[in-house]
């Protein structure tokens, strides 16, 4: 419907008392002061609601009108059909003799009226459950009795009226049956609710009183005031899968529908936040997808929650297989994931596989609770009117405790029941394996065949997919365990770890440094540990009750898998802790390490991170870190290590692609070994070492996991497709600079070079730079031949060179290509991805054969027996690598496309050679935005940043780009913007750009304008005496930073600046003296070294500067701790002489270059096409771009502090 129908006729004002949209007539009638006595009984009188009571608040749940909606036969009203509809008159409000006339509608769970049939929205809603009688009383008339209240309309005729009446009976009666069917079921009461999302009081544009508003489930439900809600009879709902919710202001937010824009206010901003959410969920709901629920839901069993018996349940317990109702799923969640996974029917789509459906299906709470609920005492039963502790507490009886399942036979006896596991997953029989698993089975028992080690694997070689499916959702599970201590309450619900291992194992003292050597046995000594609620405790022997010491488990930070025997004993695992301190532990079976560790691993691990403890890791713990874009907030991730894999889990559980180490595009430690940084192609990564222990390991096993490992192709350090970094290198350096040498490749470069490039390259390939001048063309080209030549395998691999120098013979030259072809998709992945690009790469040397003389023959030769490590005696080899080369394009199916962006490219390198004298073309130059004179879209260029640049550089490249001529007395220079503190820096023309890039924060920009006060500053400078300046200004410092809380403005000061100090008096008594005062008689109350300052022309406003001439002043001492100060002077005069002495003591000499160039300084055409592109990917939008420079400032610690 459109807008418009609707709008014209809400604004109607139809009563003076209320400035209603809705009903203003409707709040009459309902007023408390009318007398439930008066004619058109509009209200019966009140009697104590049948309803249950609601939650909080209202103790108990909410009304009838909620549960009922969601009780309806379909997910949303908006499906559920009318039965009945039509014009009726309503008896008129109190103190009004006019009936009202109403579009009125029935469904199966509401009787509506509206003003008229094109409304949405209506202005009265019944629910049908409510209604306790229908009954005719006279003139066309008949009432409506609900519990609380009547409500009379009148029909056109008598048909009318009686048809109604029979409906509505009809309807009433059908309701009360199923609650009395489902009562009867003992499962659940009618008034069984889903708890409401949010409900509580909101101003609503267009009502004179605040509305009492419901969020719950897919709606949201107006009622007139807290009373209406108990009774249930409300105004109207909202139907969220047509909603849109956005914040306007600080306490208000608006609801918009396709009909209608609903404007709300909260009484408080937070309080708004959290009706926003509210209604966001309500809108996730709403255009959830039912499927996965009506699939599960086809058991009869699955529709009331396996716990408290609420219907249409729609979280479930993926795990434990029970589909359970959303109050009961909030309980499940507080007992970790070790007991219970917890997902949505109807939102968690990813995880609903068809075997998952599927098992829910067969499975159904029914075979569930026939184990799980054999025994429950009714007095321990809940049902959904049950409170929270209630429900808790008979959740962890029931799951945690396993108190009232249904014990198998087997109970106890460990070896039976492993046994009678494993021959139960090879059956279809899942109420067998469940019986099994929950009673004390181990789903990772040996089942003794070595084919089918777990049962998992025996259950697949058995093809049952839902035996399957069963295991591994319950990899990780706990089982029961009734000597459980109930867990306190923790903040994130975090489940206190209740596993119970315990054993000898053996122990070495705690160490405060890393373990540097091999540990002999005699180190070690016996020990008897458990690890129970949390603590890991080790005692003399298993008689002691008294602990030697012991481990809680929330300390342990990081948990270390020794390879084996890494020291005396066979398996050893350490283990850290929040203080700094290292456990290292040592088992004689691996078998028993393992243990230890996973038990060690479930019991410290948050449950965002449950994926983890999957994993065979090396390595597995937390740290605090920054990545994506979120870089102003360090976050708490766990991390776990697989081989050269890092699994990431965020705390706020988000899914995160785990780190190909070895394709990393950068791998540093920053500021004093405080932050690993790892860029990858689409995010970098901060990780901060909050402790010095286990980060210090993290970092080493992190630079262990991304290097190459071994002398294979796929054991190299790789970029992103899959080419080892060492070849990309050298193959780029040789593209950049020796295309055109001649005899490259065929030249043999010094022997010693090679072999100390080669293995520079080899053992971290992603920190070597080659550079024209310190790396020679033939130096590289024989590192990159020596590197094929002793490669482990080979690149053919042993496997198919053969059949490769075999193809050559054959005589049909179609054949052979499609014999290369099928032996190049034979290649492993990385064999293949380095041979294309390394074909490729001779490829383009070959075009410039009449330069470098080196025509696909001689690079044949030269290849041939390289590539195939061949002695060179038969030409085989050199024919495949011919053959390859002069079929380059159809072997490798390189299209059209791609051949032309190859000449393209090889064009530019060639003219940028010809263009460049010194051609010292860098790798790793940055890509900036700079802005000329204003930072707009339109004045935004990119520029490359080489380490050399200097700001006039900049300056001149980009007016040179614009064509814009540099006139005399134009003072054209750089500045640096810093949007956040409204303060600019000018650049001083000899300033290097690179560094200061790095320590752009993400409100800082750079942009080229004139700087207006240059020659004002130069003449003041010319005219001056001596080189120093003092005088008074306005001080003021950051409150927290001076520790006194209340001098927060400006306040007079007496400065002195000289050649390297300024200094800070708070005596104005200096200021009568008429001269500085003597640094020996006068302390000075402040002094900054001046070099480590920075000095920003402006003061935010916000603060209030007395004058509008001011600094902000950064200081920065050696232990990277800054401080922020403004300083405000009298005059423009003055602001501009203090300026000009900062800058010059800053820059030890002339502010201005005393001869211009008048060309540019010959640099290089940047194509950022080319070459090497920056460290950091060039990614999306320019923000972006801009905090991954950031990022990279010199000292990332200063971004993580500035927190
Ligand atoms: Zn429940």
Redesign the pocket.
């Known amino acids: 419907m459109a807008k418009e129908d609707a709008e014209p006729r809400m604004g109607r004002p139809r009563s003076v008392r209320f400035n209603s949209l809705f009903s203003e007539d409707e709040f009459g009638e309902d007023q408390p002061s009318a007398s439930p006595a008066s004619g058109g009984s509009s209200w019966s009188d009140r009697e104590p609601s049948l309803h249950p009571p609601a939650p909080d608040a209202f103790p108990g749940s909410s009304p009838g009108t909620l549960s009922d909606s969601m009780e309806g036969t379909s997910a949303t009203s908006l499906l559920s059909p009318t039965i009945r509809e039509g014009w009726l008159d309503k008896n008129p409000p109190q103190g009004s003799y006019i009936y009202q006339r109403r579009w009125v509608k029935l469904d199966t769970d509401y009787l509506r009226y509206f003003d008229s049939e094109k409304d949405t929205y209506s202005k009265r809603l019944i629910p049908v459950s409510s209604i306790s009688r229908v009954s005719s009383v006279g003139d066309q008339k008949f009432e409506v009795v609900t519990n609380n209240r009547n409500f009379v309309f009148r029909a056109e005729n008598d048909a009318d009226r009686n048809e109604w009446i029979r409906t509505l009976q009809q309807i009433a009666e059908e309701r009360k049956g199923k609650a009395a069917v489902r009562t009867s079921m003992s499962l659940a009461t009618d008034s069984a609710t889903e708890l409401a999302d949010k409900s509580g009081f909101l101003e609503l544009r267009g009502f004179k009183h605040k509305l009492f508003v419901v969020v719950a489930g897919d709606k949201v439900f107006l009622y007139k005031n807290a009373e209406d809600y108990r009774l249930g009879i409300g105004i109207t709902y909202i139907e969220m899968n047509v909603g849109n919710v956005k914040e306007v202001d600080r306490r208000g937010f608006d609801l918009t529908t396709p009909y209608r824009i609903f404007s709300f206010s909260a009484d408080s901003e937070q309080e708004k936040e959290e009706w926003v959410e509210a209604m966001q969920q309500s809108i996730t709901e709403a255009l959830s997808n039912s499927e996965v629920a009506e699939r599960i839901w086809a058991v009869e069993s699955n529709r009331f ?1 396996a ?4 219907p249409k ?1 729609d979280w479930a317990s993926i795990n434990l297989c029970v589909v ?2 959303k ?2 799923a909030g309980e499940h969640r507080g007992l970790g994931p070790g007991i219970t996974k917890v997902r949505s029917l109807k939102m968690d789509r990813k995880v609903w596989t068809e075997e998952l459906i599927e098992l829910f299906q067969r499975f159904g709470n029914i075979m569930a609770n026939q184990f799980w609920a054999a025994n429950v005492p009714p007095s321990e039963a809940i049902s ?1 009117t049950s409170g929270s502790q209630e429900r808790k507490r008979f959740l962890i009886a029931k799951y945690r405790e396993g108190k009232y399942r249904h014990y198998h036979p087997l109970f106890g006896n460990q070896e039976e029941l492993d046994r009678a596991l494993c021959a139960a997953v090879t059956t279809s029989d899942l109420a067998e394996t469940q019986a099994l698993l929950f009673c004390g089975a181990s789903v990772t028992c040996d089942t003794g065949d070595p084919q089918c080690p777990t049962p998992l694997a025996l259950a697949e070689r058995s093809g049952q997919r839902l035996q399957m499916e069963f295991l591994l959702h319950n990899k990780t599970s706990e089982p029961p365990r009734l000597e459980m201590v109930c867990s306190e309450e923790k903040p994130y619900s975090v489940h206190l770890p209740s596993i119970t291992h315990n054993g000898f194992f053996y122990k070495t003292p705690s160490m405060v440094k890393p373990i540097s050597e091999r540990k002999g046995l005699e180190e070690f000594s016996r020990r008897w540990c458990t690890l129970q609620d949390g603590v890991l405790s080790y005692y003399e022997n298993d008689r002691n009750t008294v602990p030697n010491g012991e481990i809680r488990v929330e300390e342990i930070v990081c948990l270390v898998n020794n390879p084996l025997h890494a020291h005396g004993i066979e398996s050893t695992f350490e283990v850290y802790t929040e203080a700094d301190r290292l456990y290292l532990f040592g088992l004689e079976s691996p078998a028993s390490a393992r243990e230890w560790l996973k038990s060690i691993a479930k019991s410290f691990v948050h449950p965002c991170a449950e994926e983890l403890l999957a994993l065979d890791f090396e390595r597995l713990g937390r740290l605090h870190y920054k990545g994506g874009l979120t870089l102003e907030r360090a976050q708490e991730g766990w991390f776990a290590l697989v081989g050269s894999t890092l699994h990431v889990c965020s705390e706020d559980g988000r899914r995160q692609e785990p780190l190909q180490l070895r394709k990393l595009q950068e791998l540093s430690i920053q500021g004093d070994h405080e932050v690993l940084v790892l860029v990858e192609r689409r995010r970098t990564l901060y990780i901060q070492g909050e402790r010095k222990l286990d980060f210090l390991g993290w970092v080493h096993a992190i630079q262990k996991a991304a290097s190459s490992s071994g002398d294979t192709l796929s054991e190299q350090q790789l970029t992103e497709s899959d080419v080892p970094l060492l070849v990309d290198r050298c193959i780029d350096y040789i593209t950049q600079c020796g295309l055109t040498s001649e005899g490259i490749y065929r030249k043999s470069g010094q022997n010693s070079k090679t072999t100390s490039l080669l293995e520079v390259l080899q053992r971290d390939a992603r920190c070597v730079r080659l550079k024209e001048g310190e790396h020679h063309v033939d130096d590289v080209a024989n590192t990159l031949k020596r590197f094929f030549r002793d490669l482990g395998d080979g690149l053919f691999t042993r496997r198919w060179a053969p059949n490769w120098l075999w193809a050559t013979a054959l005589e049909d030259e179609e054949a052979k290509v499609g014999e290369y072809r099928q032996l190049l998709a034979a290649l492993p992945p990385v064999n293949r991805a380095t041979l294309k690009a390394l074909i490729n790469h001779l490829f383009r040397v070959q075009c410039f054969s009449g330069e470098n003389q080196m025509n696909t023959h001689n690079l044949a030769i030269v290849f041939g027996p390289t590539l195939f490590q061949t002695d060179g005696k038969d030409y085989k080899a050199g024919r495949v690598v011919e053959d390859l080369i002069s079929h380059y394009v159809e072997i490798f199916n390189v299209n059209d496309q791609e051949m032309k962006k190859q000449q393209d490219e090889i064009t530019a390198i060639m003219k940028m050679r010809e263009a460049s004298s010194s051609g010292t073309q860098q790798a790793g130059d940055f890509i900036c935005t700079v802005y000329l004179e204003e930072k707009k879209t339109e004045t935004e260029q990119h520029v490359k940043i080489p380490a050399t640049m200097t700001a006039e550089e900049l300056t001149f490249e980009i007016l040179d780009r614009r064509k814009i001529v540099m006139k005399e007395k134009d003072y054209w220079s750089c500045f640096e913007v810093n949007e956040r503190e409204e303060a600019e820096r000018p650049l001083h023309y000899s300033e290097k750009v690179l560094p200061i890039l790095h320590c752009l924060g993400t409100e800082s920009y750079l942009v080229v304008k004139k700087q207006m006060s240059m020659e004002n500053m130069l003449i003041y400078l010319a005219s001056r005496v001596g080189d120093c300046k003092h005088g008074m200004m306005k001080f003021r410092e950051e409150r927290n930073l001076l520790g006194l809380g209340l001098s927060t403005g400006f306040h007079d000061r007496y400065f002195i600046l000289n050649h390297s100090w300024l200094r800070l008096y708070k005596e104005v008594r200096s200021l009568r003296q008429r001269s500085p005062p003597l640094e020996s008689s006068h302390k000075p109350e402040k002094e900054w070294p001046v070099r480590n300052l920075k000095v920003y022309l402006g003061v935010k406003k916000k603060l209030r500067p007395p004058t509008c001439w001011g600094f902000t002043v950064f200081y920065e001492n050696e232990k990277h701790e800054k401080q922020q100060w403004y300083l405000c002077c009298d005059t423009q005069a003055d602001l501009r002489e203090w300026f000009a002495t900062f800058l010059q003591v800053q820059n030890g000499g002339a502010l201005w270059p005393s001869e211009r160039p008048r060309a540019r300084v010959a640099r290089p055409q940047q194509d950022a096409r080319l070459g090497n592109i920056s460290l950091i990917p060039l990614r999306g939008n320019e923000s972006e771009m801009r905090n991954s420079v950031a990022a990279f400032a010199t000292d990332p610690l200063t971004l993580l502090r500035n927190v």
Do not use: A, E, H, N
Not at 307 to 310: E, I, P, V
């Open positions: 929650c716990d408290c018996g609420s349940p359970i109702c109050r009961c959904p």
